[in-house]
C-alpha cells in the first residue's frame, strides 16, 4: 500500500528557515516523480514542484521559483520542502503527492499534508 | 503554464441529481486531465485519471470524459457523501521541457 507520510505541523515566525518532509513507502521511490502541492485557507490547490528521485530532476512552478528548494534523499525514500526565510503568504497547509508513471503523470497519492503557520 | 478554469464555483443540488461540472484548459493537455475529490481535513481522492478513467474503488456514478482543452466530471446520481470539492489537474506536457502541474479552482458541491 502507498503510504505518504508527512513531518508535523509548524509554526515559524517571518524570517525564519524551514524544512518539511515526506516519507515514502509501498512503491519504488526512485521510479516515480514526488512533488509538493500548497493549499492557503479558504483558497484551492497549487502545484509547488516535482523531484524525480533517481536523477534528482527538480521541476518548479515559476510561482514558487526561487522562494523554496525540492530534495529528495533516496536512502530513507524521503522528499524535503525548504525555506530559506518565510513569509506570512507562506501559511498554508503543504500536501506530499506522488504522480503516476507514463503516459498520464497524474497524481495518485497524497499526503495528509503539513500545516505551516507563519505570523 | 497551463491555466484551468472551472465552472461552476459552486453547484447547489440534492441527493440523487445529476452534477455536471466542467473544466476549460487554457491550452490543449491531450488526455492527462484527472479529477480530485477534496473534504474537508482530509486529502484529496484520485476520482478519474486520463480524463475518462475510473480510479480504483471509484462508484460507476463518477465519470469523466473530454480532450484537449474541454473536460466533463459528471456525478450521474448524488449520494450524500458526494457532497464536497472537485478540482481538475492537468499534467499535459510532463516531463518534457517547460512543463508544470495545474489544479483548476475547484467546485464545490453543497447540498441544497
Known amino acids: 500500500e502507498v503510504q505518504l507520510v508527512q513531518s508535523g505541523a509548524e509554526m515559524k515566525k517571518p524570517g525564519q528557515s524551514l524544512k518539511i518532509s515526506c516519507q515514502a513507502s509501498g512503491y519504488t521511490f526512485n521510479s516515480f516523480w514526488i512533488s509538493w502541492v500548497r493549499q492557503a485557507p479558504g483558497k484551492g490547490l497549487e502545484w509547488i514542484a516535482s523531484i524525480y528521485p533517481r536523477d534528482s530532476d527538480a521541476r518548479y512552478s515559476p510561482s514558487f521559483q526561487g522562494q523554496v528548494t525540492i530534495s529528495a534523499d533516496t536512502s530513507l525514500s524521503s522528499t524535503y520542502l525548504h525555506w530559506n526565510s518565510l513569509k506570512t503568504s507562506d501559511t498554508a497547509r503543504y500536501f506530499c503527492v506522488r504522480q503516476q508513471q507514463w503516459p498520464f503523470y497524474h497524481v495518485d497519492y497524497w499526503g495528509p499534508g503539513t500545516l505551516v503557520s507563519v505570523s | 503554464e497551463i491555466v484551468l478554469t472551472q465552472s461552476p464555483a459552486t453547484l447547489s443540488l440534492s441527493p440523487g441529481e445529476r452534477a455536471t461540472l466542467s473544466c476549460g484548459a487554457s491550452?490543449?493537455?491531450?488526455?492527462?486531465l484527472a479529477w480530485f475529490q477534496h473534504k474537508p481535513g482530509r486529502a484529496p481522492r484520485l476520482l478519474i485519471y486520463?480524463?475518462?478513467n475510473r480510479a480504483t474503488g471509484v462508484p460507476a456514478r463518477f465519470s469523466g470524459s473530454g480532450s484537449g482543452t474541454d473536460f466533463t466530471l459528471v456525478i450521474s446520481s448524488l449520494e450524500p457523501e458526494d457532497f464536497a470539492t472537485y478540482y481538475c489537474h492537468q499534467s499535459g506536457n510532463w516531463p518534457s521541457r517547460p512543463s508544470g502541474l495545474s489544479f483548476g479552482g475547484g467546485t464545490k458541491v453543497e447540498l441544497k
Open positions: 486520463g480524463a475518462s
Open positions: 491550452q490543449s493537455v491531450a488526455s492527462s
